[in-house]
């Protein structure tokens, strides 16, 4: 009687331990939970691993590798479910807590339990081996060695010996389900106990794929070979390199007695994972391919193949925030736009760092390749330029990046409904329309014949912001015009000032728009008076500099300040010459937001002054030097 009152025992624990994990688990990083941690998970841990002492029939299958996990779970998932009851993870869900709850989860009369596996914990790492000693499995399915956590481990080999941990955890009866493409993967065998079963193109895997088609619209198939049995697999999945992902789950199905037909069977009616290679087709003839879970370098490759391969009209990338790279960020930037232009009609990237992109343009006016500031820009530019027919991978972070915002966006403007907020929409990426209203006067007074430069000062209008660090380049035009006794007027363009350098006009002006907008204003002006970037000049605030510290920079990314953000996107180029003066970061408590507008302490207004007349100078050396557009001699 003892064995059945601890197993009511352990069920009802295993009940309440559940409830109370919807508690606990978002309360871990706070108050006394903080404190209680580790002592609440190795209670916890105990718990569940009493209760997996009941589960013997039970065959628990992890998953893990650095890409793919999802993907390979609902897989083998759908084809253990066509012969077997059991349970799996649902999402993305493979921390600690949701180990735990998986096992608990499953009853003695399922069949089987499948579950992922990643490096982390309930807010602090936990070791594999510590996830493996409770769900105790006997399969171990492992797709991949990437760079994903590189920066954490330092390389590969040490990510492989990491996720190897759950091939070593497999029982004398277990199975290690091995990719052979993999070495480091395929090296596991050797931490195994029990049977390998490999999988892959390679000739020497048990179980294989040949004559693999994905060339977009059709969806990808393959032919399956084991044992000298061979099946054709008609999947709905989108991309070859997810073929592994599919010979994984085979391989799970022939450990499990699941034959080669059945499994093919299965997996022809499982749909894709959101957000990994996802296809959407809107009703007006735009088809989306979502992979923004995630974007590691190490998987761009691959799936620029596929958007290579895909028959479309006209075929479009986008990428967000890059990952999980060593190296230069604006050198990984650059090498990754140059491998995507050559993939596809147009590429354009999105998020902070997207300006780095633009380093890849094949000539100045290469409008196949750009880069915007904001999804909400990209959106304003893609609803006047996508068509029926277009073909449009995208590819970044869910967490940095949140791109599916892209595809919601559309289906609301496909369906007739209003964008949920339209006020952040840049349609100005690219050059103005000719019936927007000129910025220029049309009366004789615009712009001077002969290699104009045009020098502007970031700030925000009115008296209120004056002396503040958002207004330095406003300060240090007025020592400019001083210094080449320039008379300030009001157009419509802003505050002006007209002078001449060595000959050569220059317009000084510090505009009456916002300065975190001031890119397609100053885009405008500059198309409609035939300037390039390079004949263009912005004197701005640097919150990374010491106060009176000034720097003369000729081209580069914004480094987080919006104003530049906003001219390089209008631009679509980061030649642009700037003079950056230090404004210092605001002390411990004050937001950026509140300091960069409030007026500076009495302490520093000598020290911000003295840089202001330092930075006007630098601005009249650089005009001096600079050789304008309309005098060069043409290409």
């Not at 989306?288 to 958007?307: E, H, N, Q, S």
């Not at 999980?324 to 590429?347: H, M």
């Not at 198309?527 to 580069?556: F, Y």
């Amino acid at each position: 009687m003892r064995f059945p009152s601890l197993l009511q025992n352990l069920t009802l624990l295993r009940t309440r331990v559940l409830s109370w994990l919807k508690f606990w688990v978002p309360h871990t990083g706070t108050g006394i939970w903080r404190w209680l941690r580790p002592l609440i998970v190795q209670g916890i841990v105990w718990v569940v691993s009493m209760y997996r002492l009941t589960l013997r029939r039970v065959v628990f299958i992890g998953v893990t590798g650095s890409c793919g996990k999802t993907t390979t779970k609902e897989l083998i998932d759908a084809v253990l479910s066509s012969q077997y009851k059991g349970s799996k993870n649902p999402g993305s869900s493979n921390v600690l807590g949701d180990v735990i709850r998986s096992v608990l989860r499953t009853r003695r009369a399922y069949h089987y339990c499948v579950q992922e596996f990643t490096m982390g914990g309930i807010g602090e790492t936990i070791p594999l081996e510590k996830q493996c000693s409770m769900f105790q499995p006997q399969m171990g399915v492992v797709t991949s060695v990437g760079d994903d956590h590189i920066s954490a481990h330092g390389s590969r080999e040490a990510i492989a010996a990491e996720k190897g941990k759950l091939i070593a955890a497999l029982p004398q009866h277990g199975t290690a389900i091995l990719n052979a493409d993999d070495p480091l993967v395929l090296a596991m065998q050797h931490r195994c106990k029990g049977r390998t079963l490999t999988y892959g193109l390679s000739p020497d895997a048990l179980l294989r794929a040949q004559d693999i088609h994905d060339d977009w619209p059709s969806r990808l198939s393959l032919t399956v070979l084991y044992e000298g049995e061979s099946v054709r697999v008609q999947t709905q999945l989108c991309g070859a390199h997810l073929v592994p992902n599919v010979l994984a789950a085979m391989a799970v199905g022939q450990a499990m007695g699941v034959s080669l037909q059945s499994a093919a069977t299965a997996l022809a009616s499982v749909a894709p994972v959101p957000g990994r290679m996802y296809p959407i087709e809107s009703p007006d003839g735009v088809t989306f391919i979502r992979d923004d879970k995630k974007a590691p370098v190490w998987t761009i490759p691959p799936a620029l193949d596929y958007v290579r391969r895909a028959m479309a009209k006209r075929k479009i990338i986008i990428l967000g925030t890059l990952s999980d790279y060593k190296g230069d960020l604006r050198a990984t930037y650059k090498r990754v736009a140059g491998q995507a232009v050559e993939a596809a009609d147009y590429v354009f990237f999105v998020g902070q760092w997207a300006s780095h992109s633009l380093r890849a343009k094949r000539h100045a006016d290469d409008q196949a390749l750009q880069a915007f500031v904001t999804v909400d820009h990209l959106n304003g530019f893609l609803h006047g330029f996508l068509q029926p027919g277009d073909f449009v991978f995208i590819k970044g972070s869910s967490r940095a990046d949140r791109l599916s915002r892209i595809v919601s966006a559309w289906s609301q403007k496909s369906s007739g409904l209003p964008a949920a907020d339209s006020r952040e929409l840049d349609h100005s990426v690219t050059s103005p329309s000719t019936n927007e209203a000129p910025i220029l006067s049309t009366d004789g007074t615009g712009l001077e014949q002969g290699g104009t430069q045009l020098v502007v000062g970031l700030g925000n209008p009115g008296k209120r912001f004056a002396h503040t660090p958002h207004n330095v380049g406003y300060r240090t035009l007025e020592l400019l015009a001083e210094s080449l006794q320039a008379t300030w007027a009001e157009e419509e363009l802003g505050v002006v000032a007209r002078a001449h350098v060595q000959g050569h006009p220059v317009l000084l002006v510090k505009p009456a728009t916002e300065m975190n907008r001031i890119g397609p204003w100053m885009r405008q002006l500059a198309d409609q008076a035939r300037l390039k970037v390079q004949d263009c000049l912005i004197i701005q605030d640097d919150l990374s500099l010491q106060p009176g510290v000034v720097r003369n920079r000729m081209s580069g990314s914004s480094g987080g300040h919006k104003g530049v953000q906003s001219v390089i996107a209008a631009f679509q180029s980061e030649e642009i010459r700037r003079i950056k003066i230090g404004v210092g970061m605001p002390t411990e408590g004050i937001p950026v937001t509140r300091y960069v507008l409030t007026p500076f302490a009495t302490s520093q207004q000598a020290i911000i002054e003295k840089a202001c007349h330092t930075a006007a100078t630098r601005v009249l050396e650089m005009v001096k030097k600079h050789s304008p557009t309309e005098l060069r001699e043409p290409d």
